[in-house]
């Protein structure tokens, strides 16, 4: 059973950063898009940042222009940089793959903490 792992969340102050990090335990077969979530207590889950395969990147408005996500879609990794971090950027984030054929994944989160 292929497992999605994420890494990189911690404590920073407000105008930090953090790279989070999402890598496959095994093979994902022909992932068309890997995606980047997050969900702050009380908030639904919402997609902050999406790549597919072909590198074109999209993010939310709440973040665009401070985070920045990059894959390997070969290597089954993902990564999200996050610069200029905000208070209202806290949450538990998480990855998400998208195969052509079958389930999608997801991984069991990671959590940021960003205080003012």
């Known amino acids: 059973q292929v497992q999605l792992v994420e890494s990189g969340g911690g404590s920073v102050q407000a105008g930090g950063s953090l790279r989070l990090s999402c890598a496959a335990s095994?093979?994902?077969?022909?992932?068309?898009?890997m995606a980047w979530y997050r969900q702050a207590p009380g908030k639904q889950r919402e997609l902050v940042a999406e790549?597919?395969?072909?590198?074109?990147?999209s993010y939310s408005d709440s973040v665009k222009g401070r985070f920045s996500m990059s894959g390997d879609i070969a290597k089954d990794t993902a990564y999200l940089q996050m610069n200029s971090l905000k208070p209202e950027d806290a949450g538990v984030y998480y990855c998400?793959?998208?195969?052509?054929?079958?389930?999608?994944?997801w991984g069991q989160g990671t959590q940021v903490t960003v205080s003012s």
């Open positions: 095994g093979t994902v077969f022909s992932v068309i898009t």
């Open positions: 790549i597919t395969s072909g590198g074109r990147t």
């Open positions: 998400r793959f998208t195969p052509k054929y079958g389930r999608e994944y």
